[in-house]
């Protein structure tokens, strides 16, 4: 389940259907109507090539810009799950109401990406809404899954403080030291320091060092919107497998791996049992910060098929752990800029539409 936010883009101000992307840095959206009217606005500007922003540079973009036939700048953006998006960069204001608006900043304005919507980029990079916005903090609750329900559920997004903000249990963001190399995955995550899993009450015999980033920044644990299961390096998977086998093995579905990711899958009318005799699960973080995973929200229906929501990071051709929104439901996650630090609170968001 993709994370949609509605965001009032231009002058005057349209409607885009936009993907909260805690993982990635450029904000983009669907620049062919009806999706987006560009006439219509009167403070949209494409790029020229000679625009500084336009000149190569990563990571802000996995491959470095261009100029197209009519001397504009061209961006493409590849995803971890291998999906691209590219077109135009342009400037553009987000407009809340005639009182408030942003200044210009810089968005994608799609020409080719198979999705309906666009992404609002949150990470830490120059490029990001979070950092062009020049927010102190935002934070936003999942809401939980509605099963077979055909309503939308509704969660909740503050670009600001969030009233509930005293109640948040918080970590660091992990900083990197100045001699090792960035991450090998997204440098400009929100990356944070796991210390270990339990798995229906028992801590999992994990070497707190899998959770510690390499010189390459292998092993980096990142929170992310944008992702919706939770991944988890080799070491950790198989540790969480082997207690799963041992609880339920015999309802494991033999030889079954979804997406060449998922291989913990089960019986579509044996789910709920699975869930019970598995147990909740909990993330434990620096500082005693946990986080819980109850027993009814561990496996996902995957086309008929219910599988425990964590795969193999390897699938993605990445050695992180990431923590997806399927496992941060009824969790309000808070990410303070100013304090550099992550916050969790446990929280009850979900209304229908």
Known sequence: MALIVTVPIGTPPQPQQMVLDTGS??????????????????????LPCNDPICRPRIPDFSIPTTCDEKKLCQYSYFYADGTLAEGNLVREKITFSSLQ?????????????ASAEGILGMNLGRLSFATQAKLDKFSYCVPPRQGNSTEMPIGTLYLGPNPNSPTFKYISFFTFPQDQRKPNLD?????????????????????SSVFIPDASGSGQTMIDSGSQYTFLVEE???????????????????????GDAFDMCFDANNHVDVG??????????????????????LLDNFGGVYCFGIGRSQSLGAT?????????????????FKGKRVGFGKDNCGTTA
Not at 320 to 336: A, P, R
């Open 320 to 336: 992180s752990d990431i923590i997806g929104n399927f496992h941060q439901q009824n969790l309000s996650v808070e990410f303070d």
């Open 276 to 297: 019970n005799m598995i147990g909740d699960m909990v993330l434990e973080f620096e500082k005693g910060v946990e986080v819980l995973i109850s027993k009814d929200k």
């Open 187 to 207: 440098p400009l995550a929100y990356t944070v320091t796991m210390v270990g899993i339990r798995i229906g009450g028992k801590k999992l015999n994990i070497p």
């Open 236 to 258: 950790a998977y198989n540790k969480v497998r082997e207690e799963v086998v041992r609880l339920v093995g015999p309802k494991v579905k033999k030889g079954y791996v979804f």
């Open 25 to 46: 840095q450029l904000s983009w959206i669907q620049c062919k109507k009806p999706s987006f009217d560009s006439s219509r606005s009167s403070t949209f500007k494409i």
């Open 101 to 113: 608006s942003t200044s210009p900043m810089i968005l994608g304005c799609a020409s080719a990406r």
